[in-house]
């Protein structure tokens, strides 16, 4: 079984940072993307940013400049790095990681609150 640990949300005023962590435990095969998505009430879930095994990386427009998503290979964590929050960050952040054999595993959820 896949386990997805994820840590790091929680509330902050605008402006701050927050750094989100998502660790990637059993038994699993090599690890080729690892992303974070966000989804705000009422509206679908969307990609926040990715990274590849080979340190690619995609970003959201609303984010670029301000998030950083990088990944630690041996200890199989993403972590994205938040600065400048607005309040429209608001969400509940999943990371997702899909394997060599392309199955798709999801972590749990963390809530991420900007306040104004």
């Known amino acids: 079984q896949v386990q997805l640990v994820e840590s790091g949300g929680g509330l902050v005023q605008a402006g701050g940072s927050l750094r989100l962590s998502c660790a990637a435990s059993?038994?699993?095969?090599?690890?080729?993307?690892m992303g974070w998505y966000r989804q705000a009430p009422g509206k679908k879930r969307v990609l926040v940013a990715d990274?590849?095994?080979?340190?690619?990386?995609s970003y959201l427009d609303s984010v670029k400049g301000r998030f950083t998503i990088f990944r630690d290979n041996a200890k199989n964590t993403v972590y994205l790095q938040m600065n400048s929050l607005k309040p429209e960050d608001t969400a509940v952040y999943y990371c997702?990681?899909?394997?060599?054999?392309?199955?798709?595993?999801w972590g749990q959820g963390t809530q991420v609150t900007v306040s104004s």
């Open positions: 997702k990681i899909v394997v060599a054999r392309g199955e798709n595993y």
């Open positions: 059993g038994s699993m095969f090599r690890i080729n993307v």
């Open positions: 990274i590849t095994s080979g340190g690619i990386t």
